[in-house]
């Protein structure tokens, strides 16, 4: 049985990548996961129990306050004044405009999807041109130091100063892709004319927008909770991996944490860390950079009817993945982590707390930078 729905599931998959036979492949992997669901009623029911936890628990909390304040600080014009004073360096090193650097900042503080809530606010404000949007994303779509830093580096793998070679390796990584993927774009040139308006702080509206964008990352978290789990019922990813593993001769357990890591990395992660793979910390920066499957679809939901093109997005972050493992196996032998002792152990609270901070702080002074700026000029 486990067999008939291996073939079927991996038949979908193939149908799926021809262009022609797309919707035939949608339509297979649909009927066969609605059999599942029916046949395995406690694995779906317990799954999305599961996906439903982690979002409310982990999600939600990390993600929820720094939505709210991205809208807010684009209400008040912020943005604005990050894109002014960043514009001459991000368009040199990025070759986009200034409000590259504001989504990016946005991005390193509050993790996926973040970056891309930031693109979607630009394009429909009309800040940013077409281009624009796919150029920036390459570089703004990273995790937050509160999953990194705290639930991987503190939690997993029981040390801070893991978590944060991980988010380093993680960041500059972000920086390298932006960019090798830019390196033959044209640059994007943009006059910026500063106007007085008179903002309103719309708290109620914030928080629609954000709540609105909370319920599709739900949605995400709790199917490909589901997914995962029933692909696992017929051991989808350990008739995977035993193939794989004949083919390139590695080890075959291995291998399927690898590929379950590739659809979801919170659980992927923990997984890795319990498992005997060899440079742990290496495949963990890939996930991290790469972001799974799931946070794709997640970008994808907040980014429809964008017009970003998902392929592009998806190969930039499989060159992020592998740019980040490269500059954690540089970081680890600089530092020569082997012969560091760790003990002491950060509050992931504390670290929330920290990042929120240490985020408004930023604002603050960039904001206070531009207004002494824009007085000398007008004075």
Request: aromatic share 14%; with cysteine; proline share 2%.
């Amino acid at each position: 049985m486990e067999k008939i729905f291996f073939i079927l599931i991996a038949l979908s998959f193939i149908l799926l990548f021809i262009k022609k036979y797309n919707n035939a492949g949608l339509k297979l992997m649909i009927f066969v996961i609605l059999i599942l669901i029916i046949l395995n009623p406690n694995v779906s029911l317990n799954s999305a129990k599961d996906g439903l936890n982690l979002f409310l628990y982990t999600v939600f909390p990390s993600l929820f306050p720094f939505f709210i304040i991205n809208d807010l600080l684009m209400s008040v014009g912020i943005a604005e004044n990050i894109a002014i004073i960043f514009n001459k360096p991000i368009n040199r090193i990025f070759k986009t405009s200034g409000y590259g650097a504001y989504a990016f900042i946005i991005s390193i503080f509050s993790g996926y999807p973040a970056g891309a809530k930031v693109v979607k606010e630009l394009i429909e404000a009309k800040k940013i041109s077409p281009k624009e949007r796919e150029r920036i994303l390459t570089f703004s779509s990273t995790s937050g130091p509160l999953f990194i830093i705290g639930a991987v580096g503190a939690g997993m793998l029981k040390s801070n100063l893991l978590g944060y070679i991980l988010y380093a390796s993680h960041i500059i990584a972000s920086v390298l892709n932006g960019i090798i993927c830019n390196l033959f774009s044209k640059r994007e040139k943009k006059d910026y004319i500063y106007e007085h308006k008179n903002t309103i702080l719309n708290l109620n509206n914030s928080i629609k927008n954000s709540l609105i964008t909370m319920g599709f990352i739900s949605g995400y978290i709790i199917f490909f909770s589901v997914i995962i789990n029933l692909l696992d019922t017929i051991s989808f990813f350990n008739i995977i991996s035993v193939i794989l593993s004949k083919l390139f001769n590695v080890n075959s357990f291995s291998l399927s944490i690898f590929i379950k890591s590739l659809f979801e990395i919170s659980n992927g992660c923990k997984l890795i860390v319990s498992s005997s793979i060899s440079n742990k910390l290496l495949v963990i920066s890939f996930i991290l950079s790469f972001s799974g499957i799931s946070i794709l679809y997640q970008v994808k939901g907040v980014l429809y009817g964008c017009n970003v093109s998902f392929k592009k997005y998806i190969l930039s972050k499989i060159n992020h993945g592998i740019l980040s493992s490269i500059v954690c196996y540089f970081i680890c032998k600089i530092t020569n982590i082997n012969t560091i002792k760790f003990n002491y152990q950060i509050n992931i609270n504390h670290l929330f707390v920290y990042s929120a901070i240490s985020l408004l702080i930023l604002i603050l002074i960039l904001n206070t930078f531009y207004y002494l700026c824009n007085k000398k000029t007008t004075d």
